[in-house]
């Protein structure tokens, strides 16, 4: 079955950066979008970016460019989401997610990774 | 962007009532809305896509309504299971964004 299994939960600094896997298994890597939204405590939902893991092509919400950056490893199944100059803001769940066979909608996500920005 | 917003923030009920959850767009989306329902320390899950379609295996409880603006979420009769977040989803315009949620609390 479909699985997206996503990194654990880190502890930041302001103005560092983090790193967020998520390894995908149960279908081919590179034939669905993957998305990255996040979710701080008590707020809404709030999708950040995504990527076509077959060609490497991206884009971001305006909001996070020039801090966000997704990238993927296809042999080993996994895109990443890194965050930069990371500020309390942050802090959030940030889930990676995937549209179902012939949906644009989010069928599919990580189990999320709480990222703690505290000084 | 479009700004989603959601009515009422909460609403309570008890298990048997029905339940009626607003999603109102600032600009049309045509029918390229979603609803999902989250519970405490879970993923959300995909109720309701392209305004009025279920998802597999969801309960045929959970109906949808609407197209430009206005969209509706309709629980028939609230099962305790179904007390939640639910937050809607618009994939017509970049970028895709989502309502603030409506919790579900029961009464």
């Known amino acids: 079955q479909v699985q997206l299994v996503q990194s654990g939960a880190e502890v930041k600094k302001p103005g560092a950066s983090v790193k967020v896997s998520c390894k995908a298994s149960g279908y081919t890597f590179t034939s669905y979008d993957i998305n990255w939204v996040r979710q701080a405590t008590g707020q809404g939902l709030e999708w950040m970016g995504w990527m076509n893991p077959n060609s490497g092509d991206t884009d971001y919400v305006q909001k996070f460019q020039g801090r966000i950056t997704i990238t993927r490893n296809t042999s080993i199944r996994t895109a990443y989401m890194e965050l930069s100059s990371l500020r309390s803001e942050d802090t959030a769940v940030y889930y990676c997610a995937r549209p179902g066979f012939g949906s644009g909608w989010f069928d599919y996500w990580g189990q999320g990774t709480l990222v703690t920005v505290s000084s | ?107």
């Open chain 2, 1 to 107: 962007e479009v700004v989603l917003t959601q009515s009422p923030a909460t609403l309570s009920l008890s298990p048997g009532e029905r339940a009626t959850l607003s999603c109102r767009a600032s600009q049309s989306v045509g029918s390229y809305l979603a609803w999902y329902q989250q519970k405490p320390g879970q993923t959300p899950r995909l109720l309701i896509h392209d305004a009025s379609n279920r998802a597999t295996g969801i309960p045929a409880r959970f109906s949808g309504s609407g197209s430009g603006t206005d969209f509706t979420l309709t629980i028939s009769s609230l099962e305790p299971e179904d007390f939640a977040v639910y937050s809607c989803q618009q994939r017509s315009i970049w970028p895709p964004s989502f309502g603030q949620g409506t919790k579900l609390e029961i009464k």
